[in-house]
């Protein structure tokens, strides 16, 4: 018995024993883990409320500004960037009548032009008309640029109808030589440009020159006197040679309203002119204006291309007007321009420009006479509206003055 107890006690003796070794094993295995990192404050969060028995912080004595008190940046007056205006269109213009223009166009030749008629009318009413003074008074026409031809005829018929007339009145002599200078510069010829033919739309008009003669400004110009007219008009920007030939023109058809065709610097003037045309059809307008680059006379190549462009225009429609521009200061130079240019194109009319600068009048005469053209369009000044139909009897008067 005795036996039986003692294996019992030693069994629960090993038992405990062996229970103990575990314990301790597992416990060595479990490490203890370290404290988490403390969290980063967050910056964006409201300041914590005190809590009770916190202590709050200790009050500023400052007094509290109002918000009319605190200088903000710049000033105190916050600048707001409004985004970029719109580019505004050009407003549209509505010309000078061609009545009105008329008028003060002819003040204006009265002034720079009546220093032929004064002369003229000097030397006829000399008392005695010998052979000295009819030659001054052919001096005085041919300086004036009437021409070799139309002079000789002038003195002729003034020779012949002072001796019929007699006594020579300072009213008579006036009236003498306005009827023989109304006869040199014609009062028969059709100066009309034709921009409204019959049967089709629209009307054509080709505009040539040499350089410098303002051929851009005077089409520019010409839509104006159209537009003023109540004409509806495109304008073909041909000069692709001069880099601002077609910016010129645009600016000059956008303040009337007028659409500009242009193509590519450089390109082909002929495919400028042959869309322009196109688009006047399509856009059912009343005139197309072309404006063509300046060339020299002289230039075969430049004026055979002229004659190329007038072609591919006419498969569109025939051109109702091709407009020589002449500088009036040019002179007698300006009469080989034209002819060269007449036989190229067939020119139908004359546009004199820069006529206010000289009194040389008589250029008006000569080119007349040497081409049988008429001169339908002058120019008298740099404005917008200085350029107007040509009208024989105003011109006369006021080459002879008031």
């Known amino acids: 018995m005795e036996t039986i107890i003692l294996a019992v006690v030693i069994a629960v003796v090993v038992l405990g024993a062996l229970g103990g070794l575990l314990i301790g094993s597992t416990l060595k295995k479990k490490k203890q883990l370290p404290p ?86 000097t030397l006829l009413s000399r008392e005695h008309l010998d052979e000295d003074t009819w030659e001054e008074i052919e001096d005085t026409l ?42 040199l510069v014609g009062t028969d010829m059709d100066r009309e440009v034709k921009t409204e033919p019959e049967g089709r739309k629209p009307g054509i008009v080709m505009v040539v020159g040499v350089n410098g003669t303002g051929k851009t400004t005077t089409t520019g110009k010409l839509a104006r006197v159209l537009v003023a007219d109540g004409r509806t008009v495109v304008l073909g ?3 692709t040679f001069r880099a601002a030939a077609a910016d010129q023109l645009q600016t000059w058809g956008e303040r009337v309203g007028a659409y500009t065709v242009r193509g590519p610097e450089a390109g082909d003037p002929a495919s400028v002119a042959f869309d322009a045309v196109k688009e006047g059809k399509e856009m059912d307008v009343d005139v197309v204006l072309i404006d063509t680059a300046g060339r020299l006379h002289t230039k075969t190549g ?53 006529l206010d600068g000289t009194a040389k009048g008589g250029i008006v005469i000569a080119v007349q006479n040497e081409l049988g053209v008429p001169v339908k369009l002058i120019g008298l000044g740099e404005g917008p509206d200085d350029l107007a139909p040509f009208d024989p009897e105003a011109f006369v008067d006021a080459l002879l003055g008031d």
């Not at 109808?161 to 006036?174: A, N």
């Not at 429609?317 to 002819?339: C, H, K, M, S």
């Open 36 to 121: 988490p990192p403390p969290a980063a404050p967050d910056l964006t969060a409201p300041p914590a409320e005190p809590q009770v028995g916190e202590e709050a912080e200790t009050p500023r004595d400052e007094p509290r500004r109002t918000i009319e008190e605190v200088d903000l940046p710049g000033g105190g007056t916050t600048t707001v960037e409004e985004p970029p205006a719109a580019e505004k269109a050009p407003e549209i213009e509505i010309p000078e009548p061609t009545a009105g223009r008329l008028i003060r166009l002819r003040a204006r030749l009265s002034r720079s032009q009546n220093a032929l008629g004064k002369g003229l009318l």
């Open 302 to 354: 430049l004026m055979d291309e002229l004659g190329k462009v007038k072609r591919v225009v006419e498969k569109h429609a025939p051109l109702d007007e091709v407009l020589l521009v002449l500088d009036a200061t040019t002179g007698q130079n300006g009469l080989v321009q034209a002819r060269v240019f007449s036989e190229v194109v067939d020119i139908t009319g004359i546009v004199l420009t820069k």
């Open 142 to 183: 041919l300086t004036a640029d009437v021409g070799v031809q139309p002079t000789q005829e002038l003195v002729e018929r003034l020779r012949e109808r002072v001796k019929v007339l007699g006594t020579r009145t300072p009213e008579e002599l006036r009236g003498l030589l306005r009827e023989e200078l109304l006869k």
């Open 237 to 239: 920007a041909a000069d």
